[in-house]
């Protein structure tokens, strides 16, 4: 379950040199997927039958990005000329083009990921200087938002019901076909898996 997260923050890099939603929101996941991949390759091909997943937490917000979705000269610097909603929005994109691009690589697999709906957590909290963020937080969360409880469902339903579908997107519970059109285009999938593999080789082997 790759459910790590922040949202709205100023400007910032990650140690690493990344910008620190993207850094915090994909990198993390991506990281921690690719170190957990050899066990869960083995216990899909060992375990006939088995259903091996991975449930990455994206948001619709992903449609919110910046032109092109991503923006890979700003990946590795503090974005500061980008809204933090274009940010946030970049990184919520790309979980969900991961996962993508992971179902087509690992057949043997079940990835994929969900928008979990409007939860009221403290994850808005840091508004970031954004006037629309903190309105949205302010006078949408508290009317339409659900309670983390309700805001789970979409992360188990993925994680256990049956007939879900590697390298989808949901919506809750269980809806798909809500992505944008960046979210399935496939050049860029790839373009962000190739781009992720020569970091995390370069970070830590």
């Known amino acids: 379950m790759l459910n790590a997260g922040i949202m709205a923050c100023p ?14 929101n994909h990198m993390g996941h991506a990281l921690l997927t690719k170190s957990l991949l050899p066990l869960l390759t083995h216990t899909a091909s060992s375990s006939p039958g088995s259903d091996v ?3 990455s937490v994206s948001s619709i917000a992903h449609k919110f990005g910046p032109s092109g979705g991503i923006q890979f000269d700003t990946l590795k610097s503090t974005a500061s000329g980008m809204s933090t909603t274009d940010r946030y929005g970049q990184s919520k994109l790309a979980n969900i083009l991961f996962i993508r691009e992971l179902a087509l690589r690992h057949t043997e697999l079940t990835p994929v990921s969900i928008h979990p709906g409007t939860v009221k957590t403290n994850l808005q909290n840091s508004n970031g200087g954004s006037w629309m963020l903190s309105a949205f937080q ?6 339409v938002g659900v309670s983390v409880e309700e ?4 992360q188990l339903w993925a994680a256990t019901a049956k007939g879900v579908k590697a390298g989808e997107y949901y919506v809750p519970v269980g809806v798909s076909g ?12 790839k373009k962000l898996w190739d781009w992720t593999e020569k970091e995390l080789e370069s970070q830590i082997w």
């Open 53 to 55: 997943r991975v449930v």
């Open 178 to 189: 809500n992505g944008s059109q960046l979210s399935k285009d496939k050049v860029l999938a």
């Open 138 to 143: 302010k006078f949408v969360v508290p009317l």
């Open 151 to 154: 805001g789970a469902k979409s």
């Open 11 to 24: 400007p910032g890099q990650t140690s690493e040199g990344y910008e620190v939603q993207f850094g915090t």
